[in-house]
Each structure stands twice: as structure tokens, then as C-alpha cells.
């Protein structure tokens, strides 16, 4: 009988209570083949290259939060370029972008490192992983630039109106959707998923965080995305093993350098 499997394409490993090798365990039980596990600030970019090291499963991005904007160094940046420039299995820029709802960078800065890390994708040829949360006006101001068209990339986390995922789609992003959209009052998100084609729908946990229904309160973790996607297939009657191979696909399109057997 045919396995329905699944990609976890944003995850961050380092924060999980378990190690690694008992996470993929655990996600290959649930049917989750590989993960993605996000940079958010140099700790978490160091492992995150450890871990696409050490595992074949496990693919990377390296990037910087917004929330941690006001603590980049120029030579942290520069290694992110060199270490993308040799590692394929280092597959976008990010997790990067603008967040105005806890401000933990003050906006100029959060600007200022979002804009070196959209001319590092450019010039890699990556795409990226945005965060954009309470911000949509700066995030779109930025990515209308003109040094900044053609860009590819995912919105991670997506919690915007239908307008916003217009615009996203407009541009030629990816939209992520994970566990939220199982919570009984995410309505406004539901409708989101019934507007985006199918063909630029990607899935993530964000584990440790977001854990789905019916799980929800506990710590989440990458094999949840099996949840999430069957959720998904469901609401949206179609099967559950037609969407997984659809968003595999989609995955594999955005991030051009996840290439791996089965």
C-alpha cells in the first residue's frame, strides 16, 4: 500500500527537547521523510550547518529573525554567503523579515537586516523564508524595490488577510500554512487556504511552537506536519494522498537544491 508522506519545511531543531536523531525517528513513524530547520540568529545558524551535516534527512536555512536584527554583525552575514556558497544542503535565506508586534529590533534595524539578507538570496539565487508579522505595509515597501524584483521565497506562518495573500501571490511567493489553521477561531486563516491554488501551497510546524489540534498545548514537533496537511486535505476535499504529493512538489520547486532520494 501506497505510504501518504510529508515535508516539514520549517522547523528549528535546536529548540526541541528532544535531539535530533529521536525527532527523526519519531518523524519517520509519522510518515515525515525531511525537515527544514531554520536559522534565526548565528547560534542557531552554526547548528543548523551541524545538522545538515550529520543527518541526511535534514535540510537548512540560515538567516537572521527579526528579533534578534539589532545583534547582526556584517562578518556573521558574510559567513552565511560562504557557507551558502558550498553547502547545497543550505537551501534558502532566512528565517528574515519584519516584526512589528513584539519589536525586540527597532524597525529601522529590522529594515536594514532584511534588506542585506534579500541581497544575499538575490545574489545566491536562494529563496527566502519571511516572517512578517503586523508589518505588512514595511514588508511589501520593501520587496516593491526596485533592486529587490524576481526574488522567489515562502511567507512562512501565514496569518494575513486574503488581500495580503494576494499580493503574495502576485509577487510569485509560496504561502506556508501549519498548525493554526486547526484552531477553532483561525477562520479568517481557513479562508486564506480556500483562496490560495493548490500549486503554491507549502506546509511547516514551526516546531517547537503552533502545535495542531489535537495536540495543542503540548510541545510540537516536526512530524506534527502530518496533521496539518491531512487538516488541510480534508477542508479542502480533496485526498490526503493527492495533497501531500502536491505540496511535495511545491516544496521541491521553491527550494530547487532539496534534492534527495524517494
Keep these: 500500500m501506497h505510504k501518504i508522506t510529508w515535508i ?58 527579526p528579533h534578534d536584527a539589532k545583534n547582526v554583525q556584517r ?4 559567513w552565511i554567503r560562504e557557507e551558502t556558497q558550498k553547502n547545497k544542503k543550505i537551501i534558502g535565506i532566512g528565517e528574515c523579515g519584519f516584526d512589528l508586534y513584539y519589536n525586540h529590533s527597532e524597525e529601522d534595524k529590522q529594515k536594514e537586516v532584511f534588506a542585506q539578507q534579500l ?15 503586523e508589518a505588512e505595509k514595511q514588508t511589501r515597501d520593501l520587496l516593491d524595490s526596485s533592486e529587490f524584483k524576481g526574488l ?14 494576494r499580493y503574495v501571490l502576485d509577487k510569485g511567493f509560496y504561502v506556508s500554512f501549519n498548525g493554526i489553521c486547526t484552531f477553532p477561531k483561525s477562520k479568517t486563516i481557513r479562508e486564506v487556504l480556500s483562496y490560495v491554488p493548490l500549486e503554491r501551497i507549502i506546509l511547516e510546524t514551526d516546531a517547537p511552537f503552533l502545535t495542531p489540534v489535537p495536540f495543542r498545548g503540548r510541545q ?17 476535499g480533496i485526498s490526503r494522498d493527492e495533497f501531500s ?12 537544491r532539496m534534492v534527495y532520494e524517494g
Design 75 to 78: 562578518e556573521q552575514l558574510d
Design 152 to 165: 522567489s521565497g515562502v511567507f512562512h506562518c501565514f496569518t494575513s488577510t486574503k488581500e495580503f495573500a
Design 119 to 133: 541581497e544575499l538570496a538575490d545574489e545566491l539565487g536562494v529563496p527566502l523564508v519571511i516572517h512578517s508579522r
Design 245 to 256: 504529493q502536491k505540496v511535495r512538489r511545491n516544496t521541491q520547486t521553491l527550494f530547487q
Design 8 to 65: 516539514d519545511t520549517h522547523c528549528h531543531l535546536e529548540m526541541l527537547d528532544k535531539d535530533a536523531e529521536s525527532v527523526l525517528r519519531v518523524n519517520e513513524e509519522e510518515g515525515v521523510t525531511h525537515c527544514v530547520t531554520i536559522g534565526t540568529n548565528h547560534e542557531s545558524n552554526q547548528k543548523v550547518k551541524d545538522y545538515c551535516h550529520l543527518f541526511q534527512q535534514i535540510f537548512g536555512t540560515l538567516g537572521f529573525h
Design 220 to 236: 510540537n514537533r516536526p512530524g506534527y506536519v502530518a496533521l496539518v496537511g491531512n487538516y488541510i486535505a480534508d477542508y479542502l
